[in-house]
């Protein structure tokens, strides 16, 4: 009976994402809300990330989300960013491979391109964007460190996971459970920080 209620009084939070993996775990994050994508709510046209930083392609991907459907949506864009490699791939860490969400390539790609490099530390970043049909907008950005790793690691998660190795867990994105990266992703603290300044704004 209980789980009836809770399910009941949910709010609802549209997330600007075709990336399934994404939508899971933003949903497994945020227990409290019924998670949607924008094409279960009607909206799939492809937007173009053109911004020069996460928090410009993840505030792009809100606006549209929420222009069309007008109601609040929420977008994240993040990537791996490796310090040996001036930050690369970055912003193109979906696509470093050149086709874009071909998760083997990018992998293959990067651990060809620091090969040789003694310094692996590397971090993921989230930029986190919350836009309301009337114009506001949020944003928020979440990081967690490690290194990158001589070969992948376990199959768990997606994209870069089973080739980074969390300083916080001691182990590849690819060895852990859902729980125990979630606990320490960059998604999570993006999240988490976006939480915060949502709640404030709402009392605003």
Same mark, same amino acid.
């Given at each position: ?28 994050? /945020? ?11 009607? /909206? ?107 070969? &992948?690691?376990?199959?768990?998660? /997606? ?19 859902? &729980? ?7 998604? /999570? ?10 709640? &404030?704004?709402?009392?605003?």
């Amino acid at each position: 009976m209980q789980s009836t209620e809770d399910k009941r009084i949910k709010k609802r939070l549209v997330v600007a994402t075709g990336n399934a993996h994404k939508l899971r775990e933003i949903s497994e994050i /945020f227990t409290d809300f019924e998670v949607v994508s924008q094409k279960q709510m009607g /909206f799939d046209a492809e937007v173009e990330e053109t911004g020069t930083t996460f928090a410009e392609n993840a505030l792009i991907k809100a606006r549209a989300a929420a222009n069309a459907l007008g109601c609040i949506a929420l977008a994240d864009d993040s990537g791996l960013c490796v310090d040996a490699l001036d930050g690369a791939p970055g912003i193109y860490s979906a696509r470093y491979a050149g086709e874009h969400g071909s998760d083997k390539a990018n992998r293959d790609l990067l651990l060809k391109n620091v090969e040789k490099v003694t310094d692996r530390t590397a971090y993921f970043i989230s930029a986190i964007a919350l836009v309301y049909p009337d114009g506001r907008e949020l944003v928020a950005e979440g990081r967690t460190y490690g290194k990158v790793l001589y070969e &992948e690691q376990g199959e768990g998660g /997606f994209g870069y996971d089973c080739i980074f190795e969390s300083d916080d867990l001691k182990k590849s994105f690819g060895l852990a459970t859902a &729980e125990e990266k979630n606990a320490v992703s960059h998604r /999570f603290r993006g999240l988490q920080e976006m939480l915060k300044l949502w709640q &404030e704004e709402e009392r605003k």
